[in-house]
Nanobody, 118 residues
């Protein structure tokens, strides 16, 4: 099993920055790609950004240029630096990890609330 623990959420004003962290523990040798998803009230959970073990990244169009995902394999931690935050970024942010082998197994953190006021 893999355990994911997020931190770094909070309440900020529009234009501010936040950094989310997600520390992985347990059977970390299983982990391939890690990422961040978010879910706003009444909406589905969507991918925000992901990073594979080589460091290749992928971003949702809505956050490209404002958010940066990074990964420290030595610390088994993935980060999401969020700049120029907008009220539309308000959501619960979930850390995700998936196994590198098939069939894929997906692991989720407990979620951290990010609220951006206008």
């Amino acid at each position: 099993q893999v355990q994911l623990v997020e931190s770094g959420g909070g309440l900020v004003q529009a234009g501010a920055s936040l950094r989310l962290s997600c520390a992985a523990s347990g059977s970390i040798f299983r982990i391939g790609t890690m990422g961040w998803y978010r879910q706003a009230p009444g909406k589905q959970r969507d991918l925000v950004a992901s990073v594979d073990r080589s460091g290749s990244t992928d971003y949702a169009k809505s956050v490209s240029g404002r958010f940066t995902i990074s990964r420290d394999n030595a610390k088994n931690t993935v980060y999401l630096q969020m700049n120029s935050l907008e009220p539309e970024d308000t959501a619960v942010y979930y850390c995700n990890a998936e196994t590198w082998y098939m069939p894929r197994t997906y692991y989720w953190g407990q979620g951290t609330q990010v609220t951006v006021s206008s």
